[in-house]
């Protein structure tokens, strides 16, 4: 196993950092390394922006439901799926693109090339010896976040990233069983393994959680999921992202 592999592998996310600011160096180092990430057709349809004012970072831990890491790390980033550069060059050359530029297919890729690039910064900040955690809650409020960062049309801020040296390193969470989540030739639909799988991946999550909280926890992932499922969340969002000039057609 080499380095690259250990240090995907050892992942977990970081809630709490060192108060010290990430060099201009690192920061550069991280942005490059998204940058080479793979991209559809070229495109390059995602831009990232770096939070660095205290007041813009206290206001999205909040907007973000009050996540205290997301306010107090060595740098926080926003990664967006960003089409208005392309929007630009159709103007350059006096060309209507609105049907491709709206489309659920451009769209996808613009979501696609993020994550793509989001996961290349993580790993990269991690091979530099520090910690990361993924923000989805910034989802919660976009008209708001898009206010803070001043973002134009068809682009739209998908989740932050915050970044810094690692006060704790948690114990890592055990993923779903491999053959769980790797099909072969076609997708195994037979619900008696599916269940049991699942069941005894409960189990392993159970005992995580007891282990962890000294016996204050106990709950299943399937029961985090079906709670999740329970209680819709951002119904807001097709109306906003179509309003942002994304996946209309």
């Not at 995602?46 to 907007?63: C, N, R, W, Y």
């Not at 769209?107 to 994550?115: G, K």
């Not at 049309?153 to 055990?174: E, N, T």
């Not at 989540?181 to 189990?203: G, S």
Request: aromatic share 10%; with cysteine.
């Amino acid at each position: 196993m080499n380095q690259v592999i250990e240090t995907i592998l050892a992942h977990r996310s970081i809630r709490k950092f060192e108060d010290k600011a990430l060099t201009e160096e690192q920061i550069k180092t991280i942005v490059q390394s998204s940058q080479a990430a793979s991209t559809s057709s070229f495109v390059q349809a995602f831009s990232i922006i770096g939070v660095k004012d205290q007041q813009k970072k206290t206001k999205l831990a909040e907007l973000a439901g009050g996540q205290a890491y997301v306010a107090e790390n060595g740098h926080f980033f926003v990664f967006c799926a960003d089409l208005y550069r392309h929007q630009l060059i159709a103007e350059m050359y006096k060309q209507d693109s609105d049907q491709v530029l709206e489309s659920t297919e451009k769209f996808m890729v613009a979501v696609i090339d993020a994550a793509l690039a989001a996961q290349n910064a993580v790993l990269a900040a991690e091979s530099m010896g520090l910690g990361a955690v993924y923000i989805g809650g910034l989802r919660n409020n976009l008209e708001e976040v898009c206010k803070v960062l001043k973002t134009p049309a068809r682009v739209v801020p998908l989740f932050g990233i915050a970044v810094g040296y690692p006060l704790a390193k948690p114990d890592q969470k055990q993923r779903l069983p491999y053959e769980h989540v790797y099909h072969e030739d076609e997708y195994e639909q037979n619900q008696e393994t599916y269940i049991a799988q699942l069941k005894q991946y409960d189990q392993d999550i159970s005992s995580y959680y007891e282990k962890r909280t000294s016996g204050k926890r106990n709950d299943t992932w399937t029961g985090q999921m079906a709670g999740l499922l329970s209680k819709p969340t951002r119904m807001y969002m097709k109306e906003f992202i179509e309003s942002k000039g994304f996946n209309k057609r």
